[in-house]
Nanobody, 115 residues
Framework: QVQLVESGGGLVQPGGSLRLSCAAS????????MGWYRQTPGKQRELVAV???????NYADSVKGRFTISRDNAKNTVYLQMNSLKPEDTVVYVC?????????WGEGTQVTVSS
């Protein structure tokens, strides 16, 4: 069973930075893509950023220029560098791994942007 474990969330002031990590229990090269989503209670998950096996990336308009997704295949880990954080970035961030036949999800990590 694939497990995705997120870390790096926390409380940060507006304008600050955080780096989220998503460690997979298997070789991430097996996945077509990996990404980060925002999870708001009662709402559908919203894509934040995705990186494909080949390294192509895509971002939500709201985070372009501020967030960067990257991957370290040797460590089976995907990162989300978040800069210039805003209060509206406050939410649970969930890691996703997209395989040929199914999606895998982590449990999420809370990010709170507040002064």
């Amino acid at each position: 069973q694939v497990q995705l474990v997120e870390s790096g969330g926390g409380l940060v002031q507006p304008g600050g930075s955080l780096r989220l990590s998503c460690a997979a229990s298997t070789n991430i090269f097996n996945f077509n893509a990996m990404g980060w989503y925002r999870q708001t209670p009662g709402k559908q998950r919203e894509l934040v950023a995705v990186i494909t096996r080949s390294g192509s990336t895509n971002y939500a308009d709201s985070v372009k220029g501020r967030f960067t997704i990257s991957r370290d295949n040797a460590k089976n880990t995907v990162y989300l560098q978040m800069n210039s954080l805003k209060p509206e970035d406050t939410v649970v961030y969930v890691c996703n791994a997209r395989a040929a036949n199914r999606n895998y999800w982590g449990e999420g990590t809370q990010v709170t942007v507040s002064s």
